[in-house]
């Protein structure tokens, strides 16, 4: 590269750099002409310049335009250069040397226009460049927003990107489960859809298989269907025939229903005619009942037989005295009462039998029902009862009697009032069961007045009742103070005769009538005899106690009978008690009541003479207490 070219780039940068600095106000810059004599001093400045800069390439720009440079320049270059080349002027040639600064002024001139050009020139070019430079500031402005804006938007897409990302993970997750889902009721469609055609296949052949038997079973059906004809043929016929013999059942069926209501009628016809009877008489009516045997009494029992149909016999084999050779032989008996049970009798058949009779107290007759018998024959039982409803005895179906009857009458006008009490006779003494004082409330029997009825119980408890629970509770009560012990011949022997006592006040304010009876339902003590009992020390004397006044009772009823003129009622403290009930004031009925127990034959037979003897005594027409 020639030193002219160069010195000429250096001096063209130069002068572009300085025009650059020059302030513009709308137009071209303005161009500076130095004066001549700064000429030489710019000229030593640049070349300094020149040399001590590097020459290097001019930076590459985007929109560069090409400078033009005029083809003077490298000659004026070479005009000066050829004075320098000549040699250099001595020291004393001024003119020489003048003659050179005036022809190195001239080129200088002629440079210094022709840079006029070029920094003219250059001045376009820079102009022209600031243009593109505004318009790419603009540019750069308008799209740095929009860039920001695109940033913005882009922020957004890529947040919602990140949310549409999430919700297709949870999509795809969950669309994954839907998957497993529908794969698993796929793969369970196709197994039930596999099942259903081997079902199908089945039923094809089944189909198939029917369809040849339903061939079958159409020439079957068209035979049975001609059979059938035959036989509803038969049956019309038979029809007709069952509804004559229908009319014929329902005609029997009524009459059977008539003649068992005009049986019961009769029954009920006969029971009252008999107490009539019985009442005209004045007997005494006795009930005989066995007891249903036990695992206690031996393998044997005592053969009893029921020969009449009615019930009114019983008969048993038992040995008798010894005959001529020593030898003891079996001897039958028989006796009658007005009623014998057997042992299946349950509580509700004998209480039908003794109903008729407990009704007659609301109608103002004294009734007395005892119980009489060895120990463990069924007295207690008989009279009290078992817990449950068919086990009840006599004293709570009687009282349940007159209550509901009571209620009944009450249609009628009448109103009634119940007073119970409960008593014992033990050893001559009597006690109050139902006292507060427990057993130690002791009573008097006395006499007050001339008549047989005047006999009252000093000291003795009464209870008002209205219902059967009452009565329950009291009996319940009476029973813990009644006096019990062990013997020989029973567990648990009654040593005691109990009365139960039960006052009935009626009245009828429509017909002024007032009717009061009293029921007395009588567990007599057992009869045993001392030899079996095995009775020692107080039972001893409760064993003497009881079987005085029982004979006592015998005695009394055996002077009734005979019409004596003195009964001995004073002789126990039971007779005494019982004295209006035995006087014909009241209506009387007395179970025997009889063991199995082949071992109890002796005590059999002497309560079953015992009571033939009472069946047989009269003590007169019972009365009505009414006013």
Known sequence: MSLSSTMERRALRSVSNRDSKLPQAGGKPKSSIPAPS?????????????????????????????????????????????????????????????????????????????????????????????????????????????????????????????????????????????????????DLLEKQLRAEQEEVLSLRTSISRM???????????????????????????????????????????????????????????????????????????????????????????????????????????????????????????????????APGSTQGEVFEEISQLVQSALDGYNVTIFAYGQTGSGKTHTMEGGATAEARGMIPRAVDQLFATAADLKAKGWTYMFKVSFLEIYNETLRDLLSSEGKEGRCEVKKVGRDDDDIVVTDLSEFDVTDEAAVTALLARAAANRAVAKTDMNERSSRSHSVFRLRLLGHNPATEETTKAMLNLVDLAGSERLARSGATGDRLKETQAINTSLAALGNVIMALNKKDAHVPFRDSKLTFLLQPSLTGNSKMLMFVNVSPAEESVGETLCSLRFATKVNECTIGTARKATK
């Open 38 to 186: 700064a000429l030489p001093r710019a000229e030593g400045s640049l070349k300094r310049k020149m040399d001590e800069e590097p020459v290097s390439a001019p930076k590459k720009t985007t929109t560069m335009v090409k400078p033009t440079v005029t083809k003077a320049a490298p000659k004026a270059a070479a005009a000066a250069a050829a004075p320098a080349a000549a040699g250099k002027r001595q020291a004393w040639d001024y003119k020489g040397r003048l003659e050179d600064l005036e022809k190195t002024l001239g080129e200088s001139g002629a440079k210094n226009a022709e840079f006029m050009d070029i920094i003219t020139q250059q001045n376009d070019r820079i102009h022209r460049l600031e243009e593109q430079r505004v318009n790419l500031e603009t540019n750069l402005c308008s799209r740095e927003q929009q860039s920001a804006a695109a940033d913005t938007r882009v922020r957004e897409l890529e947040a919602a990107l990140a949310a549409l990302d999430a919700s297709s993970k949870r999509e795809i997750a969950s669309m994954g489960d839907t998957l497993s889902s529908v794969r698993s009721a796929r």
């Open 211 to 341: 369809a040849a038997d339903s061939m079958v079973i159409d020439a079957q059906l068209r035979s049975e269907k001609a059979a059938r004809d035959a036989a509803m043929a038969t049956i019309a016929a038979r029809d007709g025939e069952i509804a004559r013999l229908a009319a014929i059942v329902a005609q029997q069926t009524t009459d059977l229903e008539q003649a068992r209501a005009r049986a019961h009628e009769d029954e009920t016809m006969r029971r009252r005619l008999h107490n009539t009877i019985l009442e005209l008489k004045g007997n005494i009516r006795v009930f005989c009942r066995v007891r249903p045997a036990l695992p206690g009494d031996g393998a044997q029992g005592i053969p009893f037989t029921f020969p009449d149909r009615d019930q009114r016999a019983v008969c048993l084999s038992a040995p008798s005295d010894a005959n001529y050779l020593g030898k003891a032989a079996a001897k039958d008996y028989e006796f009658n009462f007005d009623k014998v049970f």
